[in-house]
């Protein structure tokens, strides 16, 4: 593990969880039940901040910066499966794991700041707060749902199906200019097709003038047929 001294961020952990959707209007004595012992600490930019298979003590939540997550295929491919940034926490789910150990790799993405959050603490305030026992079973049953969609999604759609339906979620997120969360082949990877379909994929739309730009940065000119080749696949929940 490789971290460097940066400037402390300004916010404690306390107020950072305070302002967090699942965690807000929950009481003070709850969230400084959580932030018990939590500890600062700063990553450049690439350092991993937990390896897949290590003992799972800590959850994260960020500063500063972002964290990705990303697993390792048999043929050394990698598939980034989200990017966590200021105020939003990472592995907690992974703290009531049988197994205690995480499921994933993080790293940071550029020069990032986390505060580590104790395991234990956070079971103890579940036991002894089921408000926040009951918040937390919504957010992973949401998740849950949201990757049986996900894997029906990539069991019937085509290529330019997933495609599409990622760069208009990637434009709501983000609006006109977008920015890929991660390179060309990782964003393949993650739609699960080839590099090289993705790439023709985008040359094609260019020239039919529905986007425009380059590499990782993107501007849809024309929504239409992208949000008809997306809702094919809409859910009505």
């Known amino acids: 593990m490789t971290f460097i001294n ?8 306390l107020l950072q969880l305070a302002a967090h959707p699942l965690l807000r209007e929950l009481a003070p004595e709850v969230l400084q ?12 930019d690439g350092s991993v901040v937990f390896h897949e298979g290590d003992a799972a ?8 910066g972002h964290v990705e997550v990303v697993r390792f295929g048999s043929d050394g491919s990698e598939r980034v499966y989200h990017r ?19 499921p994933m790799q993080a ?23 089921p408000a926040l ?6 957010d992973f049953s949401r998740r849950l749902y949201h990757y049986i969609n996900e894997v029906e999604w990539l069991t019937v759609s085509s290529a330019p199906q997933r495609l599409a339906a990622f760069l208009l979620r990637l434009q709501a997120q983000q609006g006109p200019q977008m920015e890929l969360p991660s390179s060309q082949r990782q964003v393949a990877a993650h739609l699960g097709v080839r590099a090289e379909t993705l790439s023709r994929l985008l ?8 986007l425009r730009g380059e590499r990782r940065h993107w501007t849809l000119l024309d929504t239409a047929p992208l949000q008809q080749l997306a809702g094919a696949l809409a859910r009505s929940f």
């Open 33 to 44: 039940s959580l932030c018990a012992r939590a500890e600062l600490r700063p990553y450049r």
């Open 6 to 13: 940066v400037r402390p961020a300004p916010a404690t952990p």
């Open 203 to 210: 040359s094609e739309w260019q020239a039919r003038q529905w």
């Open 84 to 102: 966590f940034g200021p105020g939003e926490c990472v592995a907690e789910a992974a703290m009531f794991m049988a197994h205690g150990r995480y």
């Open 133 to 138: 026992a009951l918040r937390l079973l919504e």
């Open 57 to 64: 003590q800590h959850w994260l939540l960020v500063a500063r």
């Open 107 to 129: 790293r940071a993405v550029g020069v990032t700041t986390v505060w580590r959050l104790e395991r234990q603490a956070l079971r103890q305030a579940c036991e002894h707060h």
